[in-house]
């Protein structure tokens, strides 16, 4: 268990639709980072967050966006779903602001857009 | 462009055998790179971190090596076991953008 925590495990909705994805990081970790996992495009960094603040963008698409709250949890939203949306995707968390120490990753949550 | 390259291909080998895994970067100037294991459907879990001025690093049956010269890093697994069957992924810190871009990994099956 990395103690990192994502909810929810599944998530299947139609196209066109906004989901919500939720991520704690583990206690005491400032950093935050949202990823992207499919089959034909591998692991694919989306965002980071610092202590609230945004640090790094990756090939974030427009319709997603991303906020780190007060409590440092996390919640990555996707909206006007296709088809090639469906994912596995990813939080990670880590004690610095920097990539060149450990990340811990959360269980996931696989979306699935019908 | 950037590119970082892991074998696509599954390796298999004999449960006690040395696994070597391979990862190659291109347009990267790292100055460290790190090894991840990721099992189905599960997250990442980070195994190793080996800087550039380290060019070895163990842990337990695991070494890392990393030459800057050749843009390679190889992963190594001595006496394997069947529970280290996994995808390992390697990662650099993706210049100017402060995050790391990770391969895509190999799938290692040791059989017993």
Redesign the interface.
Same mark, same amino acid.
């Given at each position: 268990d990395?103690g990192?925590t994502q909810t929810p495990k599944h998530l299947i909705t139609a196209t066109g639709q906004r989901v919500t994805l939720r991520c704690s990081p583990r206690s005491g970790d400032l950093s935050v980072?949202w990823y992207q996992q499919s089959l034909d495009q591998?692991?694919q /960094?989306l965002i980071?967050y610092y202590n609230g603040e945004e #640090? &790094?963008?990756?090939n974030i698409l427009e319709r997603f966006s991303a906020q780190q709250f007060p409590d440092l949890h996390s919640e990555l939203n996707l909206s006007s779903l296709e088809l090639g949306d469906s994912a596995?995707y /990813?939080c990670?968390s880590s004690a610095l602001? #920097? &990539? @060149? @120490?450990?990340? /811990? /990753?959360?269980?996931?949550t #696989?979306l699935t857009v019908l | 462009s950037q590119k970082i390259e892991q074998n696509s291909e599954a390796l298999n080998i004999q449960e006690g055998k040395t696994a070597t895994l391979t990862c190659n970067y291109t347009n990267y100037s790292p100055a460290y790179l790190q090894w991840y294991r990721q099992d189905p459907g599960r997250g990442p879990v980070f195994l190793l971190l080996i800087r550039e001025n380290e060019k070895e690093k163990r842990k337990e049956r695991l070494k890392v090596t990393f030459d800057t010269t050749l843009k390679q890093s190889l992963f190594h697994i001595t006496a394997s076991q069947p529970a280290d069957s996994a995808t390992y992924l390697c990662a650099l810190e993706d210049t100017g953008r402060r995050a790391l871009t990770f391969g895509s990994g190999t799938r290692l099956q040791v059989q017993p």
């Open positions: 990395s990192v980072y591998g692991l /960094f980071q #640090r &790094a963008k990756g596995l /990813f990670a602001d #920097r &990539a @060149n @120490n450990e990340q /811990f /990753f959360g269980p996931g #696989r | -």
